[in-house]
């Protein structure tokens, strides 16, 4: 797995924790390829409004944005050898996470700035498997998938 992390802002705050565990860890759980690439970055709160009003026609920053690409790389034809022994490259896409936003939540949910990021990470990788909370129902399936997943990975470490 390739898994890309951008410190664009908030290195200082979030650079020691093992995000590339967690997101290795979610990725093997949901059953995506070895070969699966994603990146997550980090950002200012100015920087996620901009995302956020552009891609989702909402005002204001939000905690964390998910951009899925389409699966496997359109540079390997499916036809060699690298998809044979499954190493074309599955993008499965972008997370931004906003760094502030996620440290304000934890004086809201009492959590620590470690546990918010990696719930958000979590919460944006179910996102690109394809989970979603438009309604109750597809809420309560992603939530309690969350908690299972972090519940699991924090068990493993």
């Known amino acids: 797995m390739d898994i890309t992390i951008n410190y664009d802002y908030g290195r200082e705050r979030v650079e ?15 059953g995506k390829p070895a070969s699966t690439e994603v990146s997550i970055s980090f950002v200012d709160d100015d920087r996620i409004a901009e995302l956020n009003e552009a891609y989702r026609g909402k ?49 809201l949910f009492g959590t620590t700035l470690a546990e918010e990021i990696e719930l958000l990470v979590c919460h944006g990788l179910l996102h690109l498997c394809g989970y979603d909370h438009m309604v109750e129902e597809e809420a309560q399936v992603m939530e309690a998938r969350e908690d299972e997943l972090l519940a699991a990975w924090r068990n493993s470490l």
């Open 59 to 107: 005002v204001g920053p939000t905690d964390v944005l998910s951009f899925e690409c389409d699966g496997y790389d359109d540079d390997f034809s499916v036809n060699n050898e690298a998809d044979q022994v499954g190493e074309i490259p599955y993008e499965l896409g972008d997370i931004v996470v906003a760094v502030d936003v996620a440290e304000r939540q934890t004086a």
């Open 16 to 30: 020691g924790m093992p995000l590339e565990s967690l997101a290795q860890f979610i990725i093997a759980a949901e």
